[in-house]
């Protein structure tokens, strides 16, 4: 099974910003413009959880923990859906993942690792 491909993970001070990317693969190409798509994040020792998502309406919900420092968008056009990040926080650490579900199945990535120093 074809995976989400994320991209944009770093070390980044504390404050900081960084801008994840996710590629969906081409055979839901026919349906992205339709699917919700996430963000995941794990910490180490800790349970993954959502970050953020888009709904095909544009709809976004977040995090608590990410109200107003992190935004989630989607170019349909271009199959990628991006997370911006601002005013990082060390207890922003983990491994970011994009997720979504089509055609019957949940998709995954492989991760992008966020590491922020304090």
């Known amino acids: 099974q074809e995976q989400l491909v994320e991209s944009g993970g770093g070390l980044v001070q504390a404050g900081g910003s960084l801008t994840l990317s996710c590629k969906a693969p081409r055979m839901i190409l026919s349906v992205f413009s339709g699917v919700t798509m996430a963000w995941y994040r794990q910490a180490p020792g800790k349970q993954r959880e959502l970050v953020a998502e888009v709904t095909s309406g544009r709809i976004t919900t977040y995090a608590d923990s990410v109200k107003d420092r992190f935004t989630i968008s989607r170019d349909n056009g271009k199959r990628m859906v991006y997370l911006q990040m601002n005013s990082l926080k060390p207890e922003d650490t983990g491994v970011y993942y994009c997720?979504?579900?089509?055609?019957?199945?949940?998709?995954w990535g492989q991760g992008t690792q966020v590491t922020v120093s304090s």
């Open positions: 997720n979504t579900a089509a055609y019957g199945s949940v998709f």
